[in-house]
């Protein structure tokens, strides 16, 4: 095929433009990891992060792949965070990192790539921190048979789903975040004066569906039980912004989109994203004179942003996960396994033992003892909000009366529940 230059190219230029893309594309990777510095810096640059633990010259090293800014006050830092404290109680483990590795930061730089990168450095495991590395997790397990890879959240070692792949060094790890999400939906319902709840949605998947419905569940039950309220009188919209933070250009501004929540008559917004705009929103529209509370979602300390109109936050600990992980596969046990951790319903804020917690914040006030009661049924089951009769958004049936959902149904949740405002794909 010749191709004229009225909008086509010959043959050999377009090797010569495929060979010049792969350039800057091998150039952009290496700019990127050449920026890494030997030690943490507070900034939210890619960098490689030594531990302030010597790890001496046999360091036995982790690197992690961050979708976000590790210090993001929310998802993100989570994971950096549960990764240090493995650091400084873990002798000779050594942390290197790569933060922001996502299409808006770095378009042309993928997480298999930073991955190669990382194992030519010595990296002995790699954690993915992100559902959006699921692709990059499996072909960096592929590629590299004798490296650990950890891919949070997402199902490809998962024997009993849908999406399983024999990948003999590919783990999932997950926390039974669901749990926590009812515990923040119940603290946006004893909270609410209006009886309207915005959910500040990321993007639309498997995951975030059933996050955000097991939210609005928690709210239903609470509303119900708690403040002894018609459940046709509360509203629980979800607007999803299109990815787990903003991309100017590409998603909606969650900063508008709280908002516009805080502007129309909602007094709650919960957030689902890694980035804390439902919070510092927040605090704005209450410093304005409006009366308003949220919902922090990731990160333990995520009611310190504005202390006195936090509601609670429903928060992981990794360093529990990452380091059962790093020991085993320090111990010659390459981690090959499906997580999906229950808090530790005797104290779900144990960081030695719960991979998920709840705190209550300050404007729960007297309703911190509904709460209390609220994860008590929910720990010894006598709460079950995923409970039959349970229909979808479209009005077809999800449980009949008196059926639990399985780990698949709620897994694989196709829907928003019946009740939720806000699409479902």
Not at 189 to 210: F, Q, S, V
Not at 366 to 381: A, C, P, V
Request: neutral net charge; contains cysteine.
């Amino acid at each position: 095929m010749e191709f004229n230059r009225f909008g086509q190219i010959h043959r050999t230029a377009a090797k010569v433009v495929k060979l010049s893309y792969r350039f800057w594309q091998i150039a952009a990777l290496a700019m990127l990891m050449g920026s890494c510095s030997s030690s943490p810096t507070t900034t939210g640059s890619p960098q490689a992060s030594t531990s302030d633990n010597p790890a001496g010259g046999d360091a036995w090293t982790v690197g992690m792949i961050i979708v976000g800014p590790k210090n993001d006050a929310g998802w993100n830092q989570a994971h950096y965070e549960g990764m240090e404290t493995v650091v400084k109680t873990v002798p000779g483990v050594k942390f290197e990192y790569v933060d922001k590795v996502n299409p808006g930061d770095r378009p042309n730089v993928t997480g298999a790539q930073v991955a190669d990168d990382l194992i030519a450095k010595g990296a002995k495991m790699i954690i993915f921190n992100s559902d959006d590395f699921k692709d990059d997790a499996l072909a960096a397990a592929k590629k590299h048979p004798d490296i650990s890879i950890i891919h949070i959240s997402g199902d490809y070692a998962w024997k009993e789903g849908k999406n399983f792949k024999d990948q003999k060094n590919l783990s999932n790890i997950m926390a039974r975040m669901e749990y926590g999400k009812m515990m923040a939906g119940c603290a946006a319902a004893l909270g609410t004066k209006t009886g309207k709840i915005g959910y500040l949605g990321p993007l639309i998947n498997d995951e975030t569906r059933r996050y955000a419905s097991s939210a609005y569940l928690g709210a239903k039950y609470c509303w119900e039980n708690y403040r002894k309220k018609n459940p046709k009188d509360l509203t629980f919209k979800v607007t999803w912004i299109g990815f787990w933070f903003n991309i100017p250009g590409k998603t909606l501004d969650p900063t508008k989109v709280a908002d516009d929540y805080y502007n129309g008559g909602f007094d709650v917004v919960m957030s689902g994203i890694d980035t804390p705009e439902a919070a510092t929103q927040a605090k704005k529209a209450a410093d304005a004179g409006k009366d308003v509370r949220f919902v922090h979602y990731d990160f333990k300390e995520g009611c310190t942003l504005a202390p006195g109109i936090c509601l609670g936050v429903p928060y992981y600990n990794w360093s529990l996960p990452y380091r059962k992980a790093v020991e085993e596969a320090r111990s010659g046990k390459i981690p090959n396994e499906f997580v999906w951790l229950a808090p530790d319903w005797k104290d779900i804020n144990n960081p030695e033992t719960s991979i998920l917690g709840f705190l209550p914040g300050k404007a729960l006030g007297e309703n911190t003892k509904f709460m209390d009661e609220f994860i008590k049924g929910l720990g010894d089951g006598s709460i079950h909000p995923f409970k039959g009769p349970l229909n979808f958004q479209d009005g077809t049936p999800f449980l009949k009366a008196g059926e639990t959902a399985t780990d698949q149904q709620i897994w694989y949740l196709p829907q928003l529940l019946a009740g939720m405002e806000g699409p479902s794909k």
